[in-house]
């Protein structure tokens, strides 16, 4: 889905992002943001990150990003911009358009389904309301989380996967 040089690939994603049917051979992941933002350090992205997107892409597995990846890679721009740094906020901007339209079929909304799942989550813990949110989503959807911080997601039953590790 993404060069080895961070460079998004949007003919690899449309083959990548098609079906939510998840089989053994075959997983389903949800993109967490802390990986997503990885990969735009291009040559310099962790070396388990390149490898899993690269696992990916030869086994055809299914990326997906939740809308709440979206609002944090927003608010990353914006948080940018507000401090005065507007050749950086831009420069994330341009990305963060490439990063949307490549995953614009397999952004996953918060439904009916996931907002009780999220709510279910957040009892008796309400801590990280937005990786439980996260969770939810992926467990609605039958996805494994990808992503670096797995404690915050350790209690919520969701299949994860560290490739920071």
Request: glycine residues 4%; contains cysteine; aromatic residues 6%.
């Amino acid at each position: 889905m993404h060069t080895l040089s961070g460079e998004f690939s949007p003919d690899c994603a449309l083959n990548q992002l098609k079906s939510k049917e998840n089989t053994p051979n075959r997983p389903a992941y949800l993109i967490d943001t802390n990986v997503i933002s990885e990969i735009r350090k291009g040559k310099r992205t962790n070396r388990g990150v390149r490898a899993f997107f690269r696992q990916a892409e030869a086994d055809a597995s299914p990326l997906y990003l939740s809308v709440v990846t979206v609002a944090e890679l927003r608010r990353g721009v914006d948080l940018i911009r507000h401090r005065g740094d507007h050749p950086q906020a831009s420069a994330l901007e341009a990305w963060m358009a490439t990063i949307l339209s490549g995953y614009a079929q397999n952004i996953l909304p918060v439904d009916i389904e996931t907002s009780q799942m999220w709510g279910h989550l957040r009892v008796p813990d309400p801590t990280h309301a937005l990786d439980k949110l996260i969770a939810a989503t992926a467990l609605i959807n039958d996805l494994t989380v990808v992503t670096r911080n797995v404690d915050d997601f350790a209690r919520t039953g969701v299949r994860l996967l560290n490739p920071f590790d």
